[in-house]
């Protein structure tokens, strides 16, 4: 199911069916979806495929990304800076980046997004990783621990 219909992207756009040829309409929602995806993580898919309704975030972000590749595919001709929907998708790849990091929530899903962080400081060995018969016992490991 893809986060939006064509007749989301004609409104966007302000334009007829009869100015945008349908297999140039049908590729820039499949190419916006993807996009979506890539970005997402497999929980938030999960998440968001699960959903009845695609959230108005998502769907709203779908329209730009894909009335950029129809206005696009309609003028590439023309120079990107004086496209506005060159802007209006640079700030949807933006948001897709600030939902996939966690900073910006879809309403209706509540998940925990974000890369699992380590670190290595301080770190004391509980175990001799050294071969077996130079493993010790810590006498005063009870003390050590009372220290930290």
């Known amino acids: 199911m893809a986060f939006c219909e064509d007749t989301d992207v004609l409104t966007n756009l302000n334009i007829s069916a009869t100015e945008v040829p349908s297999a140039l309409l049908a ?39 894909a009335s950029y590749f129809v ?42 997004v974000g890369n699992v962080q380590s670190s290595t400081k301080d770190y004391k060995r509980t175990f001799d990783e050294r071969d077996e018969t130079n493993w010790e016992t810590d006498s005063n490991k009870i003390e050590d621990l009372a220290n930290d």
Not at 28 to 53: N, P, Q, Y
Not at 80 to 96: F, T
């Open 27 to 65: 590729k820039a929602i499949i190419k916006a979806d993807a996009e979506i995806r890539a970005a997402f993580s497999s929980d938030l898919l999960a998440a968001l495929d699960a959903l009845e309704t695609t959230p108005a975030i998502i769907k709203s972000l779908a329209e730009d990304i």
């Open 71 to 112: 206005m696009r595919g309609l003028y590439s001709g023309r120079s990107p800076s004086i496209n506005e929907w060159i802007d209006k998708y640079k700030e949807a790849i933006k948001a897709l980046e600030k939902i996939a990091e966690g900073t910006l929530q879809i309403e209706g899903i509540t998940l925990k």
